[in-house]
């Protein structure tokens, strides 16, 4: 058995993970970093990345199906499945290899195994090969999440699918139920019926992106409904019961009927939990609520030396936090001097379906409820010329001001490539930029972005094109 002390240690290799690692370097600090699968975590491997490689696919599809309109002829598509999803995989792949390089780059030691922490400063490495003792003044918990599930409904990884399963299925499923409208869940549906497969979706709450603003979330489930999606809110899944080849799922409605449903596939798409067992928190004290482990500002827990950054320390269940919390929580650790905790408020957040969905801040009910007298402004795709040039005029923007300073509050977007766009009131947000700044700013034309410059405008009774 062999032992070795670092300056840092961090406990998994996903977004947070790998990131605090290379962070702790640049500040000088010795860094091991700790990963039992693929590094890159869940995110570059199942989820963030390889989802987006499929959904290009979805998006190309819909594209060739669209191209009359556009004065092309394709004669007739097929789809070669399995090459669909070599292609993902060949991705993740592909980036999982690059992390591997970061960290060859930046002098971070990794070890291949599962930590668990064994006292103050110290934990155990098991993997392949003999057992190690490590031993840190600073350890950092990457760990992830994993899919919930819901009592007595299992995922069987056959034909009750969590997401890992609905990112490498043999064949195309010809009918699709969807357990859960969040991002993970719709981006699914989406997907799945981009690729001609029958997809409804159940939500237990009464609409679907429970998180979004009430504008958006109404616009999206309108849209998903004409492209041939079926939404079924306030519905509760009673049981899941596999017959035959497929699946029949009895969904509870509002006005208290009972619905059947026979899908060849179902998705459970209800969120996630912690990965938070078997690490020896308990023995150290680390607090722990529903799944999460509890920290403050700058992601230290209840216990000395023990920090927790990402999906394992709570909501926003999102890669982008879960790096900037690496960030913050190496810094903090360093005493860098320009070190600063992080403002939930400016995470910005994004839905990869089609349309696609971005937000950052607070919704407009979110704004009234913390007391603040709003001014709204909202400007739809229609009316923007790159939209229509481009066929893409399904599409709105909505922004929320504070009507006594001016100071942007939430901004949320639906339509094509408002992932890309929604940065920007990220960045004005983090400048705490008002309408003046935003109104004086000078937009390209044409592109889709203006939208949001009216978006702004109409907020304030200016907008030029409505």
């Known amino acids: 058995m062999s032992g070795k002390s670092y300056d840092c240690i961090v406990i998994g290799g996903g977004p947070g993970g790998y990131v605090a690692a290379i962070r702790a370097r640049q500040l000088g600090l010795s860094t091991a970093l700790i990963e039992r699968a693929e590094l890159g975590g869940i995110c570059l491997n199942w989820g963030c990345i390889p989802t987006k490689a499929l959904l290009r696919t979805a998006e190309l599809r819909h594209a060739f199906a669209e191209a009359k309109d556009f004065g092309l002829e394709t004669g007739e598509l097929r789809i070669d499945f399995s090459r669909v999803i070599a292609r993902s995989r060949a991705v993740a792949d ?19 195994g599962s930590a668990r922490l064994t006292g103050p400063g110290a934990l155990r490495v098991e993997g392949a090969g003999d057992a190690q003792e490590l031993r840190a003044p600073h350890i950092i918990v990457a760990t992830g999440a994993r899919a919930r599930t819901l009592p007595g409904i299992e995922p069987d990884g056959e034909r009750i699918w969590t997401y890992r399963e609905a990112m490498v299925p043999t064949a195309m499923p010809r009918s699709l139920l969807v357990i859960g409208s969040g991002a993970i869940g719709i981006e699914f549906a989406s997907f799945y019926h981009d690729l001609g497969v029958e997809v409804d979706v159940v939500e237990i709450l009464p609409r679907i992106l429970p998180v979004e603003d009430e504008d958006v979330s109404a616009f999206a489930q309108r849209a998903f409904e004409r492209r041939g999606i079926g939404i079924h809110t306030n519905a509760k899944l009673e049981a899941l019961e596999r017959r035959g080849d497929g699946v029949v799922a009895r969904i509870a409605q509002a006005d208290g009927k009972t619905q059947a449903f026979e899908v060849e596939r179902a998705i459970l ?44 320390a709570g909501p926003p269940l999102l890669a982008h936090k879960a790096m900037h919390e690496g960030v913050l929580c190496v810094e903090h650790i360093a005493g860098y001097p320009d070190a600063h905790p992080m403002d939930r408020s400016r995470i ?47 599409g709105l923007v909505k922004t929320v001001f504070d009507a006594a300073t001016g100071e942007l509050l939430g901004a949320h977007m639906v339509g094509a490539e408002v992932t890309e766009m929604i940065q920007g009131f990220a960045l004005a947000r983090s400048l705490e930029a008002t309408e003046a700044e935003l109104i004086q700013a000078i937009f390209p034309h044409p592109t889709l972005s203006e939208t949001m410059h009216e978006a702004v405008l109409a907020a304030y009774d200016r907008a030029l094109h409505i």
């Open 94 to 112: 592909r980036l999982s290899k690059g992390v591997q390089h970061l960290m060859r780059k930046h002098k971070v030691e990794v070890h291949a």
């Open 269 to 312: 798409a209800v969120g996630v939990t912690g990965n938070v067992e078997d690490l020896g928190l308990e023995a150290l004290g680390v607090r722990v609520e529903r799944g999460q482990i509890v920290v403050d500002e700058w992601c230290r827990t209840n216990a000395p030396g023990i920090y927790a950054i990402g999906d394992v």
């Open 348 to 394: 910005p957040s994004c839905t990869y379906s089609r349309p696609q969905i971005a937000s950052v801040g607070l919704t407009e009910r979110a704004a009234q409820e913390a007391g603040h007298t709003v001014r709204v402004g909202r400007f739809p795709y229609q009316g923007n010329g790159k939209a229509i040039a481009i066929g893409e005029k399904e």
